[in-house]
């Protein structure tokens, strides 16, 4: 079984970046997916970007600032964000497929000034 701890998450002005590392357990090298979603309270959780087989797939309100990215060496995955905004705030979840799909337990971002 694979865990995945995130950090990186907290509080940031708008305009502001944060930097969220996904660590897992485990060789992440062959992993069919790995990514990030976010859930903003009352909402439902929604995909932020994903790797998938080699493809990079954003949502629309994360083209163009936010960034994911791995280090297969250090068993990591990122993600960049930047020029954040207030409706960027939720709780944000690494996850990883291998032969199940493991998610990490959750990191706080607040954008706000």
């Known amino acids: 079984q694979v865990q995945l701890v995130e950090s990186g998450g907290g509080l940031v002005q708008p305009g502001g970046s944060l930097r969220l590392s996904c660590a897992a357990s485990g060789s992440i090298f062959r992993s069919n997916a790995m990514g990030w979603y976010r859930q903003a309270p009352g909402k439902e959780r929604e995909l932020v970007a994903v790797i998938r087989r080699g493809t990079t797939i954003y949502a629309d309100s994360a083209k163009g600032r936010f960034t994911i990215s791995r280090d297969i060496a250090q068993n990591t995955f990122y993600l960049q964000m930047n020029s954040l905004k207030p409706e960027d705030t939720a709780v944000y979840y690494c996850?990883?497929?291998?032969?199940?799909?493991?998610w990490g337990q959750g990191t706080q971002v607040t954008v706000s000034s």
């Open positions: 996850y990883m497929v291998l032969e199940s799909a493991y």
